[in-house]
């Protein structure tokens, strides 16, 4: 089984995420308490995503994210680098039109889409201001960006449970559901090196996305930042 390393090489994270995926939504919602649906429910709200509307979902792995919008009459594209998780996500939904593609270098026209959002999957990406860079280039003007990701919670007694549970806890639930072990501690790696809300916040700014914002889910477990093109 292969596991990422905080440098993120892309071949090494698609390869991660090709080992987990078949059991990857079952693992998800065991370590988060069932969580993941809350949070899935708020990202696709702050999307205010509408019918008529063309959304690009990046990270959507088995599609988990992406048949909300479809089930709501809403264009979606299901984007994700690792072929296992896309072919996962074909057999559970042949109605979606997957697409396996980098972050970094996006296999659609500029302008093309009225949302992107990913959900728990920039952390993932390399350069994270070169995705967000490529993120602003397939938006249309006056569209907007919606993240969903783990971040660090502003609670001081708060956060000292949250680090106890991810870096001690989650590790070993993972070890009993996941069929890839060493990806969560991958996971729990990469979410303690995450910048915090406002470094992200301000890292979406100077690629040129405008009124950024952002709010906490979790008391700041998770932050959805949100953010237009001009």
């Known amino acids: 089984m292969s596991r990422a390393t905080l440098d993120k090489d892309p071949r090494e994270v698609a390869g991660m995420f090709d080992d987990?995926?078949?059991?990857?939504?079952?693992?998800?919602?065991?370590?988060?308490?069932?969580?993941?649906?809350?949070?899935?429910?708020?990202?696709?709200?702050?999307?205010d995503a509408r019918p008529g509307e063309r959304v690009l979902d990046l990270a959507a792995g088995t599609g988990t994210s992406s048949e909300d919008y479809a089930d709501a009459g809403i264009e979606v594209v299901p984007c994700d680098f690792s072929e296992g998780m896309v072919a996962v996500g074909k057999r559970r939904r042949p109605d979606l039109?997957?697409?396996?593609?980098?972050?970094?270098?996006?296999?659609?026209?500029?302008?093309?889409?009225?949302?992107v959002t990913i959900s728990?999957?920039?952390?993932?990406?390399?350069?994270?201001?070169?995705?967000?860079?490529?993120?602003?280039?397939?938006?249309?003007?006056?569209?907007?960006?919606?993240?969903?990701?783990?971040?660090?919670?502003?609670?001081p007694a708060w956060r000292g449970m949250y680090d106890i549970y991810r870096d001690h806890v989650l590790p070993r639930v993972a070890a009993l559901v996941?069929?890839?072990?060493?990806?969560?501690?991958?996971?729990?790696e990469s979410i303690a090196s995450w910048p915090d809300q406002v470094r992200l916040?301000?890292?979406?700014?100077?690629?040129?996305?405008?009124?950024?914002?952002?709010?906490?889910?979790t008391g700041g477990i998770v932050a959805l930042h949100r953010g237009t093109k001009r």
């Open 20 to 47: 987990v995926a078949r059991k990857y939504d079952l693992t998800n919602d065991v370590l988060s308490l069932g969580m993941d649906r809350l949070w899935r429910t708020a990202t696709l709200a702050a999307t």
């Open 97 to 115: 039109a997957f697409v396996v593609g980098d972050a970094m270098a996006l296999p659609f026209a500029s302008d093309s889409f009225d949302v």
């Open 120 to 155: 728990f999957g920039l952390r993932n990406v390399a350069d994270t201001a070169a995705g967000l860079e490529e993120m602003h280039r397939v938006t249309r003007p006056g569209g907007r960006i919606v993240i969903c990701e783990f971040s660090t919670p502003p609670n």
């Open 178 to 188: 996941s069929s890839n072990t060493e990806a969560y501690s991958y996971l729990s």
């Open 201 to 217: 916040a301000e890292l979406m700014q100077s690629v040129g996305w405008r009124s950024v914002g952002y709010r906490n889910l």
